[in-house]
């Protein structure tokens, strides 16, 4: 596993940082649908704009978990190659 990310590195972090616009670029639309939702009154296009704003909201989420398990791992690994270097001195 750890060979396929030393080779894919770059990839990865290309699709990482895609992933990231794309959750933020929904997040700006939820402002947006936010902000329609104060001003509307029909019951249909509430319901549609509420359907809406839950799966951006879900999205942006699942976005936000994928960052602070990538940041967990990457202090696991960085805590774990310190400690490598501290028992082999």
């Not at 396929?4 to 990482?16: G, P, V």
């Not at 104060?38 to 960052?67: G, M, N, P, Q, W």
């Amino acid at each position: 596993m750890i060979n396929h990310l030393k080779k894919y590195w770059i990839f990865l972090l290309i699709a990482l940082i895609g992933v990231n616009y794309g959750g933020f670029c929904l997040l700006w639309e939820s402002v947006g649908i936010s902000d329609a939702l104060e001003h509307v009154e029909s019951e249909a296009v509430i319901r549609k704009l509420k359907h809406k704003d839950f799966l951006y909201t879900l999205v942006v989420d699942a976005v936000l978990i994928l960052d602070f398990s990538l940041i967990l791992f990457l202090l696991f690994m960085g805590g774990r190659k310190i400690v490598q270097l501290i028992i082999k001195k």
